[in-house]
Nanobody
């Protein structure tokens, strides 16, 4: 079965850090561009970051640039989103999916997992 599973979310104080993992089963992640998205309560889904399949290029939304880092661990068939200096406005459910490149809202994709909840209290 081909699927992506997100994990690593939790409750963290402002200024703290979390590492989210996107683990693939049934296919090799390193053949695909992978994007992270998030959706906060009452808000539209938004693109957070993506990483290319071949040359390691990355892209970040302005809201997370300088705080989040996306990377691959091909040995574990995983894409990691390292999140530092977390803010209350980072509170959301975070999702990963296969993309063609960065998307502002991910509306062109329809393969979404359960996501992982990140909560940063104000």
């Amino acid at each position: 079965q081909v699927q992506l599973v997100e994990s690593g979310g939790g409750l963290v104080q402002p200024g703290g850090s979390l590492n989210l993992s996107c683990v693939a089963s049934g296919f090799s992640l390193d053949d695909f561009v992978i994007g992270w998205f998030r959706q906060a309560p009452g808000k539209e889904r938004e693109g957070v970051s993506c990483i290319s399949s071949s040359d390691g290029r990355t892209y970040y939304a302005d809201s997370v640039k300088g705080r989040f880092t996306i990377s691959r661990d091909n040995a574990k068939n995983t894409v990691v989103l390292q999140m530092n200096s977390l803010k209350p406005e980072d509170t959301a459910v975070y999702y990963c999916t296969v993309v063609t490149w960065f998307s502002e809202d991910g509306d062109e994709y329809d393969n979404w997992g359960q996501g992982t909840q990140v909560t940063v209290p104000s």
